[in-house]
T-cell receptor
Framework: GAVVSQHPSRVICKSGTSVKIECRSLDFQATTMFWYRQFPKKSLMLMATSNEGSKATYEQGVEKDKFLINHASLTLSTLTVTSAHPEDSSFYIC??????????FGPGTRLTVT | DAKTTQPPSMDCAEGRAANLPCNHSTISGNEYVYWYRQIHSQGPQYIIHGLKNNETNEMASLIITEDRKSSTLILPHATLRDTAVYYCIVRVAGGNAGNMLTFGGGTRLMVKP
């Protein structure tokens, strides 16, 4: 099946710094990628939809200037958490959609902001 | 608005069948029923999906009622590694913008020895 990777798998950063998370579709092209956030014992919440070559579409309540998304190629999308704070600590999961419309998920990135 | 309703948790004995129900009474004619599961600290894993016919693969079986208002995911012989949160999602298939997967609360299945 289709494979989606994320890097890093876990990261610890200090408050005020920025962190970049990469999402790659390894064996298929993804014109659309999605970024989700998940807090402990909660379900996945969609943050934004990332379209290759255009600006991301953010869900209500998600700050676009804080969560910068870049989808520069058909196999790579990045999420940058700018000026991270402890409340940004969460599990971030990306998903890539193939040309048939099926979505495949990455393994997730656990961000801890100290 | 939640499009599916699932029990928050279920227990199952190891080796027995796990039957996970899902209600989707407002499902549209062009919407499929998808099942994903999420093992702790991992990304969601695709299990199975169907439109109106029952489906079976190496992981599970999906039984959809004739009126399509509910479905049941069946794990025929649950193992401890099947302990996870199982999500039932309805969505239109295809590559159209806007038909992303939206997750509800899911069912936390605990398989016990």
């Amino acid at each position: 099946g289709a494979v989606v990777s994320q890097h890093p798998s876990r990261v610890i950063c200090k408050s005020g710094t920025s962190v970049k998370i990469e999402c790659r579709s390894l064996d298929f092209q993804a014109t659309t990628m999605f970024w989700y956030r998940q807090f402990p014992k909660k379900s996945l919440m969609l943050m934004a939809t990332s379209n290759e070559g255009s600006k991301a579409t953010y869900e209500q309540g998600v700050e676009k200037d804080k969560f910068l998304i870049n989808h520069a190629s058909l196999t790579l999308s990045t999420l940058t958490v700018t000026s991270a704070h402890p409340e940004d600590s969460s599990f971030y999961i990306c998903s890539a959609r193939d040309l048939r419309g099926e979505q495949y998920f990455g393994p997730g990135t656990r961000l801890t902001v100290t | 608005d939640a499009k599916t309703t699932q029990p928050p948790s279920m227990d199952c004995a190891e080796g027995r069948a796990a039957n996970l129900p899902c209600n989707h009474s407002t499902i549209s004619g062009n919407e499929y029923v998808y099942w994903y599961r999420q093992i702790h600290s991992q990304g969601p894993q695709y299990i199975i999906h169907g439109l109106k016919n029952n489906e079976t693969n190496e992981m599970a079986s999906l039984i959809i009622t004739e009126d399509r208002k509910s479905s049941t995911l069946i794990l025929p012989h649950a193992t401890l590694r099947d302990t996870a949160v199982y999500y039932c999602i309805v969505r239109v298939a295809g590559g159209n913008a806007g038909n992303m997967l939206t997750f509800g609360g899911g069912t936390r299945l605990m398989v016990k020895p």
